[in-house]
């Protein structure tokens, strides 16, 4: 009789601890499950978007501006929209400089903005959405900043023409700078 009592004990105690075992697993899923839930909320938001939709942060924002000035140019008009060396070099210079970021990380965000402006028809429709997530998270220094940067990029290939001149005037007063 106490064997078998025993034997009970020892049953009891293992489904007891097994149970308890299975429950710290469900614990330990719970947690990676809310752990990767910020992560997989960024893409359930970006899902399904594709274009400007995507453009969120300043500095992206900034990037696809110096990007359509770069693509106003003379240059990518008789070069089929392409964007010249001396425009490319200028935009990762003024991205080192005043973004502070590495030369390959400005290549890179270059590349990804490019990516994003070239299927655009008419550059100007990136004006809006960009100074509208520019607005909010920008300084007027900043965004004086962003004009000098822009007016810079414009002058890459010699002298601005007038629809980069135009532009540049529409992100100024979209952001606030004009008068």
């Known amino acids: 009789m106490h064997l078998l009592g025993i034997i ?3 049953a009891t105690a293992i489904f007891w601890v097994t149970r308890a075992a299975r429950g710290a697993k ?9 752990r990767n839930l910020p992560r997989r909320m960024r893409f359930k ?7 400007l939709d995507l453009i969120d942060t300043p500095m992206e924002a ?13 240059y990518s008009a008789t070069h089929d929209g392409l964007i010249s060396g001396a ?7 003024t991205l080192k400089t005043f973004m ?19 299927d655009l028809v008419q550059v100007g429709t990136a004006l809006t ?11 007027r220094a900043e965004a004086d900043d962003l004009s000098d940067m822009l007016q810079k990029i ?20 979209q952001l606030g700078l004009e008068v």
């Open 45 to 51: 938001n970006k899902a399904g978007k594709r274009g």
């Open 87 to 93: 425009s490319t070099g200028r935009i990762i210079e």
């Open 62 to 74: 900034a990037t696809v501006l110096m990007v359509s000035v770069a693509k106003l140019s003379d």
């Open 154 to 173: 414009s002058r890459a290939d010699g002298k601005p023409n007038a629809e980069q001149r135009a532009f540049i005037t529409k992100v100024r007063a």
């Open 100 to 118: 502070k970021i590495s030369a390959v990380e400005a290549d890179e965000l270059l590349t990804q903005m490019r990516w994003v402006v070239k």
């Open 129 to 139: 959405p960009m100074t509208n997530v520019l607005s909010s998270a920008i300084q």
């Open 8 to 10: 009970i004990a020892v």
């Open 26 to 34: 469900d614990v330990v899923d719970v947690a990676n499950t809310l």
